[in-house]
């Protein structure tokens, strides 16, 4: 419960206090309305005694009276008999009370509970307005006589004529009312009541002799104890004020409005003020009168002048002007004077009085008396209430029962701070009741007996707590009076707050709530709500649930200041801790507390809230919530045309922001591919960005003659957040500045954007003032930046979409972007969807990467600055588009394709220093330099299309010298020629360019990169590059493998080596070249076969001289899966003394036309593919080659119904005798599985195994050549000799196998022949015996026969191991001719 100023005791003790009348003449008001105020306005400030008073109780002990106040209100008599509840004019008055105050600016108290921290009003002073004012309006009732008159006030004027006949009017004035039964209204204490007259003398205006004999006379007549002489208005009204009097009845002004309202209200004037017509907070003139005003027919023409005169007393304006301190003191001193000589005695006697009657009944036996109490004159009237039946309120008690006699004893004692005698008064009083079933009767007498045991002082008896619950209980349920449960309710909490007892408090409170009054809920609600945050272990959740209780009460109530605060208070609670639909809630109350109360920016903040964050409401709540939102917006006129504020949707994700700088590539037109450069629309890959800023650096440094820059930064042309951005960026004049913003819609709902453009601040270069297009008009904006709108940009229900917002700088100098402007409405149907449109906008606001570098970083957080939303604009500079025409995207291992690649320049700047490299420098050509650029078309070749140079005619052995630099650049930079070195604005240029076929299958990404530099020198951007990727998938063609080597056996000679001296080639003995060829290609994109056309050597050494081909008439064709052996006689070649570095090209063409392969494109390639280093003749050895084999093809494809012929080219680098070239790999089946993750058991190491091939060495003998007319025989039949060597000590056992052929493998054409005789053989060997076997091999026709075909297996002759083949070390080649 909130803190309250007033301890508990001063707040009961003032809670019931002695109530005075006041009387007054017509001249006596007059002369008190001087000071704007009533007579008893008048004394109401000092009606708290100063001083201690002392009474003497029935034992005659005296007891001291401290701090003491009397009530003094003015006697307003009342026809109707006082309700049981509040009159609508008092539940005005409270509400009017409750919304006049509010909580002082700054008075916040801060709690930390757990992980809470919350701030709140300690304090409620409109509570305790409320509490106090409600106390004082409690209707008086005959069950107690807290609330009657004990004394009445009759106040004459000194000026009167006769004051003792306007003394005697008043006092039977009071006698009538009082005694006449007329009244119902006010109630008396005693009927004996207590009159004390009061000669009021005006000082500036009145005779003061004549006062004082007028008191002198009143002393005589009624004695000292009964008046007295007050004198006022010791200065007048004009005169000039010397000294500052304070003011004390400002204060104490509302409470008249209290006493004024307990009469009669049958006029109807009053009513209680509708929650529509309290937001103001304001009370209207004519309420006020009509609070102030009575409603009784005057009872004498002073009371017509005193109620004539009551509309000032609110008027605006000093009160007690006509007063000095010495009036202040004399009001002070009659207040004093009267208590303690006029009251207090009069309050004494009477306790004993009625002490003295109950004594002299105590004789009796409680139960006799009981039992008999009807029959004498001490018994009560047993007539039922008529106003209210039994089950309610019980029976009625009249004026004279002893039961009241007691009641009445307790209450004098009570006022008086006589707790212990008043309690033993209401315990006694209580049992009486009980006994009687007067159950209204009882619980006053219960409420009061707690309410004196615990005041009474050193505590001898523990707080009744049941006591008050009892009596909470009856008010409430049996006697149907809510105010007495409330009086009750209020005292019990903060006697229960005093001892700690926070929890019992809370649950009183609580159980006061109702649906009678929401006022009074609210309140009783959060003062429930500070009851459980200020317990021992705070309830924080408790206190925000009643907290938002109390909120709806309030607002309910018409309080929507108080409702605002409330939930303000309970949104700490909720906030940011997963209760979204309570946070909704809350958010959109106070937003709309926040508009009822011209509070346009915290209704706009708190719609905001609900609609940035996600919420987990249904899409029909949340269109009412974004309407609503749209509605206060524009209401407030926050979201104007003049002014655009931030708006929360959508969401815009800034770390997702990119930045383009360039324009758009254009399309591809008919048959051209544009170069694919950078755009938003592909994903960035760190590797992939390393990959270009390498090939970047190499042209660079390629530029500058190998060296590249200290300053050399990459291009970047897409900014976001994975690249480096703490430069601002260079953006260039005239060019397209793109801006691509990732929009989320969180809502289920649709949003519809429109007139979507970016907002920007620009400083032209040379200017000092900075330009914006929020603030700026059209006109020079444009002359600026050319600014992008999208019209329109409609949102789905939680969808994320990308807007890309285009700027065209015009100037050039350092730009801004700072965020979005749009126009925002809700989609929808209705008309009114349409007319919710609002203007506003979203800063762009990137943070950036956290920095790490130094100790102060590492040991705070400190971010770096993101400037890719901040460009420089920089002078024109070139802009360089790349075309690309019969551009392929999928090729044949090795084919060859000639395509064209166009320039152009499409800006206002020259271009010049054109270069090119690319991840697959073997992937293309531009011809070499001695070759014309456009390489002329042979007719043969143009009628296949070939993108070979090809000459016609029979077939020939040509020798060309080629040098590789005529083919090779210092780099992989190349240079493109431009003609004139420049390429001027809109011009254009077109090349040819020769393609390969990657040699291995599958889909290869190529990368190219274009650089080139501007004209114009010194600007801030010295180069520019244009990216282009081509993904090239290529299939299977051909396999090529090479080997050379001497023929073995007896008949093969020593290889002769050539005469340095000699011109000519010189053909050694033996030194063959087989390349094999085989057609790997399973019919894919529709290819039927393979034509070997021509085979090429490269070398320094060697080349190949003839063709050993005996079936002349064969056509080197291969269909799918097909194989081929080509046999090639190489020899050494001399060059001359002055091409010590060249290459020797020979080309063995086997069709009709032939191949320049020292021509582009295929020496290019060859070139390129090749690792081709020049060595002296002293660094190879005898048996090293270094001879490159080049194999060009024709393939035939079918597409669309038309055969067309691609053509290709295959290399084999030989380097040593006797080696055999190894298969280009292609992927196969297996290769292209997914990699399975799992774990497998780890194999044991593997035992060695003893290799039995090398027990056994073997050697076959046959002559190295053999002639046979085939004409007159068919068959050709070769003697053989097959030698077995045992190596070892120990026996073993050979088996030869002369028809083996492994299952699956295809007929080589050098093994088509036939072994006759005995085919398998099986010899026990001894050791180290060696052994000879005739064999005998039979041919059908002339060609090169491998005769290592037959198998020899071999194990040791005492094991039971399986036996092991021998490996054969190299082919058994015999050459027949036919003769």
Not at 195 to 206: F, I, M, P, R, T
Not at 212 to 222: C, F, G, H, L, N
Not at 516 to 522: E, F, G, I, K, N
Not at 724 to 735: F, I, M
Request: overall charge negative; proline content about 6%; some cysteine.
């Amino acid at each position: 419960m909130a803190q309250c100023v007033q301890s508990v005791q001063e707040l009961v003790q003032d809670s019931f206090t002695p109530m005075v009348a006041v009387l007054c003449s017509a001249e006596a008001e007059r002369v008190s309305r001087r000071n704007r105020l009533s007579f008893a306005e008048l004394l109401r400030p000092f009606c708290r005694l100063t001083s201690e008073g002392h009474i003497r109780d029935p034992n005659n002990a005296v007891l001291q009276v401290k701090g003491l106040r009397i009530s003094v209100t003015s006697l307003s008599p009342s026809l109707k008999a006082p309700s049981s509840s509040l009159t609508p004019a008092q539940r005005s008055t409270l509400h009017h009370i409750v919304l006049s105050s509010q909580p002082p600016e700054g008075a916040l108290s801060s709690i930390t509970a757990g992980d809470y921290q919350l701030s709140f009003t300690g304090t409620t002073p409109w509570f305790e307005a409320y509490r106090e004012a409600f106390l004082q309006t409690m209707p008086s009732s005959d069950h107690e006589f807290l609330n009657h008159y004990l004394a009445c006030l009759l106040v004459v004027s000194s000026s009167e004529a006769v004051p003792f006949e306007q003394f005697l009017k008043l006092s039977q004035e009071q006698h009538q009312v009082q005694h006449s039964g007329e009244y119902s209204a006010p109630k008396w204490f005693i009927p004996n009541t207590l009159k004390y007259y009061v000669l009021l003398h005006d000082v500036s205006q009145g005779d003061d002799h004549r006062a004082e004999t007028v008191y002198e006379d009143m002393k005589q007549r009624y004695g000292t104890q009964g008046c007295y002489l007050l004198k006022i208005n010791s200065r007048t009204e004009g005169a000039s004020e010397e000294e500052q009097i304070p003011d004390p009845w400002s204060q104490y002004l509302h409470k008249s409005y209290l006493h004024s309202v307990d009469g009669d209200s049958t006029s109807g004037s009053v009513t209680a003020e509708a929650p529509e017509q309290a937001d103001t907070g304001e009370v209207s003139h004519n309420h006020s009168q009509a609070l102030d005003t009575g409603a009784l027919p005057p009872l004498s023409a002073c009371d017509t002048g005193r109620r004539a005169s009551d509309s000032t007393s609110g008027a605006p304006g000093g009160h007690g002007t006509c007063l000095t301190l010495n009036d202040h003191d004399r009001i002070r001193q009659f207040i004093q004077e009267f208590t303690f000589r006029g009251l207090l005695p009069h309050i004494e006697k009477n306790i004993r009085q009625l002490n003295d009657q109950l004594v002299s009944r105590k004789g009796l036996s409680r139960s006799l008396f009981t039992a008999t109490k009807k029959w004498f004159g001490g018994g009560k009237a047993p007539e039922k209430s008529v106003a209210e039946p039994k089950s309610t309120s019980g029976l009625l008690y009249p004026p004279e029962a002893p039961e009241l006699q007691i009641r009445k004893m307790a209450d004098l004692c009570f006022l008086v701070q006589h707790y212990e005698l008043a309690y033993s008064c209401y315990h006694t009083a209580k049992k009486d009741f009980l006994s009687d079933q007067a159950m209204l009767y009882a619980a006053g007498a219960l409420e009061m007996a707690a309410v004196s045991a615990f005041l009474q002082p050193g505590a001898p008896r523990p707080y009744p707590a049941h006591y008050m619950d009892t009596a909470i209980q009856t008010y409430k349920d049996t006697c149907r009076n809510m105010v007495l449960a409330e009086r009750c309710t209020l005292l019990s909490v903060e006697i229960l707050k005093s001892q700690g007892k926070y929890a019992e408090a809370a649950t009183l409170l609580i159980k006061m709530t109702s649906e009678d009054s929401d006022l009074r809920s609210a309140l009783l609600l959060e003062q429930a709500a500070h009851c459980f945050i200020n317990m021992r272990t705070p309830m924080v959740r408790k206190f925000a649930f009643h907290m938002i209780l109390a909120g709806h009460r309030f607002s309910k109530a018409g309080q929507r200041r108080h409702a605002l605060r409330c939930y303000c208070h309970a949104m700490q609670v909720y906030q940011g801790r997963g209760w979204s639909l309570a946070e909704d809630h809350i958010n959109f109350t106070i937003g709309r507390q926040s508009f009822t109360l011209q509070r346009p920016d915290r209704a706009v903040e708190a719609f905001k809230v609900i609609l940035e964050k996600e919420s987990q409401q249904t899409a029909t709540q949340q269109g009412a919530f974004l309407r609503e939102y749209l509605y206060v917006f524009k209401q407030s006129g926050v979201g104007g045309t003049e002014t655009c504020s931030d708006l929360p949707l959508p969401c815009i994700q800034s770390s997702a922001t990119r930045v383009y700088f360039g324009p758009e590539r254009r399309p591809a037109e008919g048959e051209k591919q544009a170069a694919t450069h950078v755009s938003l629309d592909q994903e960035y890959d760190q590797d992939n960005a390393a990959m270009w800023c390498q090939l970047e650096l190499q042209l660079v440094s390629a530029a500058h003659r190998g060296i590249a820059p200290v300053a050399f930064q990459p291009t970047q042309y897409c900014l976001h957040s994975q690249t480096d951005n703490l430069r601002r960026p260079l953006a260039v004049l005239q060019e397209p500045i793109i801006v691509e913003v990732l929009l989320r819609n969180p809502l289920k709902v649709a949003l519809s954007l429109s007139e979507l453009t970016l907002l920007w601040r620009f400083t032209a270069d040379g200017a000092s003032t900075e330009l914006s297009n929020e603030d700026t008009s059209a006109v020079l904006t444009e002359e600026v930046m050319t600014n992008e709108v999208i019209a329109d940009f409609p949102l789905a229900p939680e969808e994320t979409k990308v807007a890309r917002l285009k700027l065209v700088p015009r100037r050039t100098g350092q730009l801004s972007v700072t965020g979005l402007g749009y126009s925002l409405s809700a989609t929808g149907d209705t008309a009114e969807a349409d007319m919710l449109v609002v203007r506003g906008r979203q800063e762009l606001k990137i943070q950036g990467p956290r920095l790490n570098q130094t100790k102060e970083d590492k040991m705070s957080v400190r971010h770096g600055r993101d400037q890719r939303l901040h460009p420089i604009i920089t002078a024109p500079m070139p802009l360089l588009e790349v075309f690309f025409l019969q551009f392929p995207s999928a090729l044949l291992c090795g084919e060859i394709r000639k395509a064209y690649i166009e320039f152009c320049n499409m800006s206002s700047v020259g271009l010049c220093g054109l270069r090119v490299v690319s991840t697959h420098p073997t992937f293309f050509t531009f011809g070499s330099a001695t070759s014309s650029p456009l390489t002329p078309l042979t007719p043969g070749s143009a009628e296949n299309c070939s993108a070979y140079k090809t000459v016609t005619g029979v077939p020939q052995h040509s020798h060309v010298l080629v040098s590789a630099q005529d083919f090779l650049q210092p780099s992989s930079v190349i240079s493109i020629p431009i003609e004139g070195g420049v390429l001027r604005p809109g011009e254009s240029m077109q090349l040819p360019l020769w393609l390969r076929g990657p040699d291995k299958e599958g889909v290869h990404e190529i990368n190219f990169l274009f650089y080139y530099e501007s004209t114009e020198k010194g600007g801030k951007i010295s180069h520019r590059v244009l990216r282009h990727t081509v993904f090239i998938c290529s299939s299977r063609s051909l396999s090529v493998t090479a080997s050379a080597c001497h023929t073995p056996g007896p008949a093969l000679s020593t290889p002769h080596q050539p005469d340095p001296h000699q011109s000519n080639p010189v053909q050694p003995s033996g030194t063959l070249v087989f390349v094999d060829v085989e057609n790997v290609n399973l019919s894919e994109a529709g290819v039927r076969e393979f034509h070997i056309v021509q085979v090429s050597s490269c070398g320094q050494r060697w080349c190949l001289q003839t063709c050993i081909n005996p079936s002349h008439n064969k056509e080197w064709r291969l269909s799918s899966r097909e194989r081929a052996k080509l046999c090639f006689r190489a020899v050494q070649c001399r060059a001359p003394s002055d091409a010590a570095d060249k290459f020797t090209f020979v080309d063995m063409n086997l069709a009709n036309e032939r191949v320049v392969s020292s021509a582009t494109p295929c020496g290019d390639f060859f070139f390129r593919c090749c690792d081709t280093k020049s060595q002296s003749p002293t660094e190879l050895s005898p048996t090293e080659l270094d001879l490159h084999i080049i194999v060009i093809w024709k393939a035939f494809v079918v597409e669309d119904n038309k055969q067309l012929i691609l053509e290709g080219q295959l290399h084999v680098a030989l380097q040593d005798i006797g080696q055999k070239t190894p298969e280009l790999h292609n992927l196969d089946t297996a290769d292209m599985m997914l990699l399975r993750f799992r774990s497998e058991p780890a194999l044991p190491p593997a035992v060695p195994k003893l290799d039995f091939s090398e027990l056994v060495r073997t050697n076959l003998s046959y002559p190295e050549s053999h002639s046979h007319a085939f004409g007159s025989s068919s068959m050709c039949v070769v003697c053989v000799s097959l030698t077995l060597t045992n190596m070892s000590v120990s026996a073993a056992q050979v088996s030869v196998e002369l028809q083996h052929r492994n299952s699956g493998e295809a007929a080589d054409p050098c093994t088509l022949f036939s072994w006759v005789g005995k085919s398998q053989y099986r010899v026990m060997l001894g050791p180290e015996e060696v052994r000879c076997l005739p064999l005998h091999a039979c041919f059908y026709s002339a060609g090169v026969y491998d005769l290592s075909s037959c198998r020899v297996l071999v194990r040791p002759a005492q094991s039971d191991a399986l036996p092991e083949s021998i490996h054969s070390h190299g082919p058994a080649l015999i050459v027949i001719n036919n003769a």
